[in-house]
DNA sequence: CTGAAAGCGCTTACAG
DNA sequence: CTGAAAGCGCTTACAG
């Protein structure tokens, strides 16, 4: 024995002599009922304790008005943001918000797409794992007629919804701000070129150098290093280099500038003078280093809401030509002590 | 128009001649079915892209195999690793898990409640708000039989599981550390005495003291210091003391032990030399900050997955009576720089 | 092992 | 405005 029997619909019809049509419609407030009836009816219901089985409805009505998240991790802060925004929103529509991580591996994540579209649910919003597969399960959401919106890290040729980042934007305005600042020889920590988001960070940079007249110089690009310790590596080695940079930019997390700034810390290089460092992704703890850490907002909360009012927005007037549309959140940069050396 | 036709189990069974019955027989595995008939359903099956409508599943076998979660928010680093740890063990089970927020407000959270009780949910796992109120809401889940537990801030008044941090023995903990390594005047920067929690994080240090035989002094005990902003404003009053404490312990959170240590700084006063500084929740932070801070970890994923498994545990072997059981999971002491004036 | 039937708790055309 | 009936897509006793 798990429940014990809840009252329904037919529960009340009897006791007042009704019809369990009328007590539907009185309960969904339909203008086909005479207004003492509703009353009388939302009056008994009430006493007798009434909830409605939400699965009865659903399945009669034919949709389920949930959205399903599918993310690769939820305690990770960019993550646990963006669900906190979607979720504001789908508690304001009175959407269920049901969640998976898919630990970055494809497998996990193509379990949690399945179980979501069993569920018959409304949307499914997806960052993808870092490890690659084939996105059948995401092209079987929109066979379905589910809608798909992805964030951040993207599938770029499946034709669906997609809110981004403007990532090349955010690193350009990142290294016009250095070159602003009067450093000279900016470095580039990059991330796995096989991320979209990591490409177009450094078309970004290349951009800003390219404007200002200053030469793209593959030494001074180091490949993969999108965590603390590849941060701290990267930097040991490129300030050995005869002609070292005089600014770094981790393109690919603050987690990498932190590695940046450590090591600068123990060589004795004096930030922002001697060094200038900027991270990417405004994590709470850059406004406490030792000095504090310039980097660029994505608005993740701000991010997140933009995904539920899509959602909602599209459902009303649903277009089949307005598919694909691309959404950009622009991010902003957060100037602090690791790179001002002079006023503003 | 959203969605298109979904094939059915009756489109299988047309399909092959054979009865619905026999058809879902065959997908759920039944034994009650010939091995080849089973063969051929789940070949078809599949060549039909059948997948299941879980509502009706569910609503037929009358109960739905997912949990639910209502916390005051989502991304606050504490609850998105108890979900996180929590989404491991109930992914592994087949289970859906839904997610409200109820931003600290008694009223979103009985909405939130309350929408998954509708959905005959199978467990409700809560924290609740700060802003107080009945708990008529949560009666109410009890009443429908349906599983609740309570971690971390709990209603204590209501029979329940509950899952907590062993705050007192954390505490306890901490100031013991701090006797041990000399410190002589210790400090409590104390949160809303409302909430159990703290209450209970008093006692410890409370205890600490006493065993060691110090005196308990009320001029070292600063009530409500629970921000950052909040635990440097108490630290500039302890420090104008006649006699100034020589430790403090702020056992609200990480935060205010943030503001401890930016006075302490500000006013040219060495940690761990002059003072010894330890916070509460092992934040990410604390090991960055300069020095590092001492802190206590509530090992929150952990917590989710204790969570998760009493769920599992007791469904299978459901005794009434221990329906009200406590787990408490024992923090440990991160030893950092902030307090570390002896070699240990 | 297979089929026919009932029913989970709703909603919604269809009559009146 | 109200009622009787059908049906959403399954599962599961009940016969055979």
């Known amino acids: 024995m798990k429940r014990q029997k809840r009252t329904t619909i037919y529960d009340i019809a009897q006791k007042l002599s009704l019809a369990a049509s009328s007590v539907s419609r009185a ?30 409805s659903n399945l009669r009505k034919g949709n389920n008005p949930t ?8 305690n990770q802060y960019f993550f646990s943001n963006v669900i906190a925004g979607l979720e504001e929103v789908t508690f304001k529509q009175g959407y269920n ?4 991580q898919s630990n970055e591996l ?28 084939s996105f059948d399960h995401l092209q079987q959401v929109l066979d379905r007629n589910i809608q798909l919106i992805q964030f951040d890290r993207v599938v770029e040729e499946l034709e669906t919804f997609k809110v981004l980042n403007n990532n090349k934007q955010g690193a350009y305005e ?43 110089l593959s ?49 004795g290089i004096p930030t922002p003078e ?25 608005f993740s909360v701000e991010m997140g809401r933009k995904i539920g009012n899509l959602h909602f927005r599209e459902m009303e007037n649903f277009s089949p030509e307005g598919k694909t549309k691309t959404l950009n959140v622009r991010p902003k940069l957060i100037v602090r002590n690791s790179t001002l050396r002079k006023l503003q």
Chains 1, 2 share one sequence.
Request: hydrophobic content about 45%; proline content about 4%.
């Open 27 to 56: 309960l969904s407030d339909s203008n086909k009922i005479n207004a003492e009836t509703k009353a009388l009816v939302l009056k008994t219901a009430a006493e007798m304790n009434y909830q409605q089985n939400a699965m009865a």
């Open 67 to 74: 959205i399903g998240v599918v993310v690769p991790r939820i």
């Open 97 to 100: 918000l049901v969640i998976c």
């Open 106 to 133: 494809h497998a996990r994540e193509v379990e949690g797409v399945n179980a979501l579209v069993n569920q018959n649910v409304s949307c499914i919003v997806i960052s993808i794992a870092a490890e690659k597969g």
């Open 174 to 216: 990142a290294v016009v701000h250095l070159i602003e600042q009067g450093y000279r020889r900016i470095a580039l920590l990059e991330g796995p070129q096989e991320l979209h988001i990591f490409r177009e960070r450094k078309e970004g940079y290349i951009a800003a150098l390219q404007e200002y007249g200053f030469p793209i």
């Open 219 to 267: 030494e001074l690009m180091y490949a993969n290093a999108w965590t603390k310790e590849l941060g701290a590596q990267a930097t040991t080695q490129l300030l050995d280099l005869p002609n070292p940079p005089d600014a770094i930019f981790a393109s690919t997390s603050d987690f990498a500038a932190l590695g940046v700034l450590e090591v600068a810390n123990n060589k």
């Open 274 to 298: 001697a060094l200038g460092i900027c991270g990417y992704s405004n994590e709470p703890f850059t406004e406490i280093t030792s000095p504090s850490i310039t980097t660029i907002d994505q």
